[in-house]
């Protein structure tokens, strides 16, 4: 409920809620963006072309249930066009497989409580090891703390499809803890 306030207030050209926006989602997007593309330049100016044109456009804007996803949605399409333009593809861009490579590192991962018998420093090997797809769907999900719908929305694929993802990135994540403990037992 307080999201849809939010929204309301800035939807209304309300500075106050256009700063609230701003300091509440900067950083989740900012580290969002930097994950999908790798360019922690292009995501800060693409960043700040993105508040500038919500600013703009608030009054024109639709509500929303859910600020944080419809952000991340509008922040990675505005992303992968600027990604499209950057490489003078001709084509769009539809999905990560297409970008640069999204990767965890194992700072990231220290209050990462869900394979708590795991080092950070292994989930994060483990997590690299994911198809690019999958790490987008563990990221939004843990650390963007998004639901199946919001991930679906975000990546443009239907909530079957991130159901899946997510199963088989377990599946593989469970595979290779098993296995590196197997080899630990060798060694």
């Known amino acids: 409920m307080i999201d849809q306030i939010l929204w309301s207030e800035f939807r209304k050209g309300s ?4 700063q ?5 989602f900067y950083s989740p997007l900012y580290f969002y963006g930097v994950k999908f593309c790798n360019d922690k330049e292009l995501t800060e100016e693409v960043l700040q072309d993105f508040f500038i044109y919500l600013y703009n456009k608030s009054n024109s804007l639709s509500p ?29 861009i539809t999905n990560l497989e297409n970008c640069s490579s999204f990767c965890f590192n194992s700072d990231e991962l220290e209050d990462f409580q869900t394979f708590s018998s795991v080092k950070s420093t292994d ?23 998004l639901k199946i719908s ?12 991130v159901s899946n993802t997510l199963q088989k990135a377990f599946s593989k994540l469970r595979n290779l803890i098993e296995n590196d403990k197997i080899l630990s037992i060798f060694k």
């Open 15 to 18: 500075k106050e809620a256009f």
């Open 20 to 24: 609230s926006l701003f300091r509440e």
């Open 64 to 92: 929303v249930k859910h600020i944080k996803s419809y952000l991340l949605v509008s922040f990675r399409r505005m992303l992968l066009k600027r990604l499209e333009q950057k490489r003078g593809h001709l084509k769009k």
């Open 123 to 145: 989930l994060a090997l483990m997590l690299n090891k994911l198809p690019e797809r999958q790490k987008e769907v563990v990221y939004l999900k843990f650390y963007n703390n």
């Open 150 to 161: 919001e991930i679906a929305e975000v990546m443009e694929i239907s909530t079957q499809s």
